[in-house]
């Protein structure tokens, strides 16, 4: 074949077969179509193509910015188009008009800092602080809050740079209705003090708890709320059987009580152990879950035995807890003024101790009294209702505050919320806080997986708590509401006479000692002697 350069316009295909083909020496010959068996039938028979396949479009990358900053120039232009601003930096450049004649409430705020105002580059200044328009104030709230500084630090930061009406209450509401602000936030401010009341006759209400593993051991300890009497008692065991063992030999001592208060341990909580106390007419009382306040009484027992085992040395375990015991039963208390063996027993045990109060249960008021109002100094009363939205404690994994809704108040100080798969799980009122009503919505935030630590509330089952060791509830009848307003703390109510067979209360202002009186009490050597 008589070489030939392939032509320049030739396609590529072409091109690469004759490259391919310079290899080889061949010689081109011409074949009729009917004498070309070579070619299957398929190529010598194609069919039409009768539509055409059109591509799917597919989106391989999206890229979106979050939003460009703001700038001078972005704030000038909106200042220009907003009618109030418009108005306020023409004032400021012509001078204002009489304050009769501006009815505007738009325009007041603007007016109080006429004299404060200023206009530099087309836009209106407050002092160093830019007069931010209606429609980027939005955007200028996103920036402030892109990392979560809360309202303080949010409310520092915007009064360094910008202004415009009612900003704080802004600030405020973005802050309360951010979902990862309240989901973070701690726990809120504690609730008043509600007392347990105290009982009128020993062994009448007792609280009782574990303490330990402390020095290898377990303690059962068990407190009358009367007399402070303290039983501790050591255990090898902290099965229901073994608490059962112990309290029935404590009842064989001292007779049955007729409340018993304690957390929510299985132990306490087991149908072992609500079977013995049903039997013996005993009305078993929970304290709210991962709130051991409301068991204060026994709490303050465990620290005292704890506190007083350290002290004790040179005997055996046993021989301690005996003499850390028996020193407490005849130590005076501050409440009652008796020690809880006078107390529980009426008898003094060996001590000589003339302590007793002639009007003991108002002495007891009155140091609850002294107490609440300590504690109350710094508490916040809060009250919910049902069908409140509220952000609910979460003790298990996951995010800190759950949104939910107040299904039912089953005490003073504890609610009960619905979960999702309609249990109600019982939180007391520290756990809870008030949630947004324009976010409330009866589901958790999405993106987050949340295990709930819960204790679902059993129908029938009597659930009562309290902060201190001074309330007593036999029945839902004897539910007592505690005054939420008390006296100031220097005036003290005293009961005057009758008035025409009405009686009268006169409050007299008293000045509040900072210290407790002393008791002065006759030398022993003069009581033979007439003074």
Not at 59 to 69: C, R, W
Not at 246 to 264: C, I, Q, W, Y
Not at 356 to 365: D, F, M, R, S
């Amino acid at each position: 074949m008589k070489k030939k350069q392939v032509p320049t316009t030739a396609s590529p295909r072409v091109q690469r077969w004759a490259v391919t083909l310079r290899g080889y020496d061949y010689t081109i010959q011409y074949r009729a179509g009917k004498e070309n068996g070579n070619a299957d039938a398929f190529s010598r028979l194609p069919l039409p193509v009768s539509r055409q396949v059109q591509e799917e479009d597919r989106v391989l990358l999206i890229q979106e910015l979050e939003g460009f900053p703001l700038t001078a120039e972005q704030i000038r232009t909106w200042t220009q188009r907003d009618p109030v601003l418009a108005h306020v930096k023409e004032y400021l450049l012509r001078g204002w008009p009489d304050d009769s004649t501006l009815d505007d409430p738009l325009m007041r705020p603007y007016q109080t800092k006429k004299l404060e105002l200023s206009v530099h580059e087309g836009c209106v200044l407050w002092g160093a602080r830019v007069v931010i328009p209606p429609v980027g104030r939005e955007q200028v709230l996103k920036e402030l809050h892109q990392a979560h500084p809360g309202i303080n630090r949010m409310k520092g930061l915007a009064r360094s740079y910008v202004w415009w009406p009612s900003m704080d209450k802004d600030l405020e509401n973005l802050v309360q209705q951010c979902e990862t602000c309240q989901v973070h936030r701690k726990a809120p401010a504690a609730a008043p003090l509600h007392p347990w009341e105290w009982p009128d006759q020993p062994w009448k209400r007792l609280h009782m708890d574990y303490a330990g593993p402390f020095m290898g051991q377990m303690f059962l300890v068990v407190v009358d709320a009367h007399s402070k009497w303290i039983n501790a008692e050591i255990m090898s065991s902290t099965t229901s059987a073994a608490t059962i063992s112990k309290l029935r030999a404590m009842f064989a001592t001292h007779g049955l009580p007729e409340v018993v208060v304690s957390d929510n341990g299985s132990n306490f909580t087991s149908q072992e152990m609500e079977e013995f106390l049903t039997q013996n007419g005993i009305v078993h009382v929970t304290s709210a879950p991962y709130h051991p306040a409301t068991n204060g009484l026994a709490e303050r027992a465990v620290q005292t035995i704890k506190e007083g085992l350290k002290k004790v040395r040179g005997d055996s375990i046993e021989t301690r807890l005996q003499k850390l015991l028996f020193n407490y039963r005849i130590t005076p208390q501050t409440t009652t003024g008796k020690s809880p063996a006078e107390a529980l027993m009426g008898r003094k045990l060996r001590c000589r101790l003339d302590l007793l109060h002639p009007n003991l249960q108002g002495k007891v008021q009155q140091k609850q009294s002294k107490m609440k109002e300590v504690h109350d100094r710094q508490a916040h009363p809060r009250v919910f209702t049902v069908g409140n939205p509220v952000y609910v404690r979460n003790f298990g994994s996951g995010l800190r505050w759950i949104p939910w809704v107040i299904q039912e108040t089953t005490g003073p100080l504890s609610y009960t919320v619905t979960l999702m798969d309609g249990r109600g799980v019982r939180r007391h009122i520290d756990h809870v806080r008030s949630r947004h009503p324009e976010k409330a919505t009866g589901s958790p935030p999405q993106g987050d997986s949340v295990v709930i630590t819960q204790e679902v509330v059993k129908d029938g089952e009597q659930k009562v708590e309290g902060q201190d060791n001074h309330v007593m509830l036999q029945s839902p009848r004897d539910v007592v509401t505690l005054a939420t307003e008390p006296l100031p703390n220097n005036v003290e109510e005293r009961p005057t006479t009758s008035c025409d067979a009405v009686a009268c209360t006169e409050v007299v202002a008293v000045p509040h000692e900072r210290y407790p009186r002393r008791e002065r009490r006759q030398p022993a050597y003069l009581r033979d002697y007439e003074q």
